[in-house]
């Protein structure tokens, strides 16, 4: 991994450089003063809470947001993909079809759906359930990128070699046992490069979520902003914009490092 380590280490020093000269361009002699202000107002940014007491909110949220929408995508995203793989018409064209919808729908546009479709309280059998705002774009989030996960599952499984489906059912397996035992195993090592392209991609998309109200990073820089002036704003929108790289760029470099290390073993 030394390639990918190499990689790591001058991408990260290189956007660091490129963000700070553009501090220094825009702000000048007050490039000080400005980073004084984006530290005191990290923990804020960083937990949504101005001393780190509690992790409700700013970054972290975007954090939470994105692993329960991936957990949601992952599970209904497995059954999708079954049900396009399945050998019944009736079962795999209502799939291909869904995830089609689901695929070619702006994430934005879908983030607005749930806002406005899922109300915020619900009641069923006497009990109350409630949608916060993070739980709507939580939903919101997991809609497209089930059916993104949906593919990768199709893709890992048709990268199997046909004779292993053969040669489990002369041994008396049926399909479904095939799938579990003996091709999702195999597949796996095809999906995980792709599933980590997808979460990334999930994580990035995270930064939509500011239309539901939720309290993410760009939330509470509004906020920020709001209550210092708008004449920190280049300086927080940057440093936003080097929290979502320095959380991404590292899945992306050992999403590399995976591929390569399937192409070998093929």
């Not at 949220?61 to 991936?70: D, E, L, T």
Request: glycine content about 8%; hydrophobic content about 55%.
């Amino acid at each position: 991994m030394n390639a990918e380590l190499k990689l790591f280490a001058l991408g990260t020093a290189g956007v660091t450089l490129v963000l700070a000269a553009l501090l220094v361009i825009v702000y000048g002699a007050e490039t000080g003063p400005v980073l004084q202000a984006l530290a005191a107002r990290t923990p804020l940014l960083l937990s949504g809470s101005p001393d780190f007491s509690r992790f409700e909110g700013g970054f972290a949220a975007n954090i939470v947001i994105s692993i329960w929408a991936m957990a949601i995508a992952a599970v209904a995203g497995t059954a999708l993909g079954v049900g396009m793989i399945s050998q019944s018409s009736l079962v795999r064209t209502p799939s291909f079809l869904l995830m089609n919808v689901l695929r070619n729908s702006p994430w934005l546009v879908v983030l607005y759906a749930m806002l406005y479709l899922l109300p915020f309280e619900i009641a069923l059998f006497g009990t109350v359930f409630s949608f916060s705002p993070m739980i709507k774009a939580v939903i919101g989030l997991a809609l497209p990128v089930t059916a993104n996960v949906a593919e990768v599952f199709r893709g890992g499984v048709e990268a199997v070699p046909t004779g292993q489906w053969e040669s489990a059912r002369s041994l008396g397996y049926r399909r479904l046992q095939i799938l579990h035992r003996v091709v999702v195993p195999q597949a796996i090592q095809f999906m995980t490069p792709n599933l980590m392209t997808t979460y990334a991609m999930l994580f990035i998309g995270t930064s939509l979520v500011v239309v539901t109200g939720a309290d993410d990073v760009l939330s509470v820089a509004r906020t920020v902003i709001a209550s210092d002036g708008a004449q920190y704003a280049t300086a927080i929108y940057l440093y936003v914009l080097f929290l979502f790289f320095i959380f991404c760029f590292p899945i992306a470099i050992l999403t590399r490092w995976l591929e390569q290390r399937v192409r070998v073993r093929q």
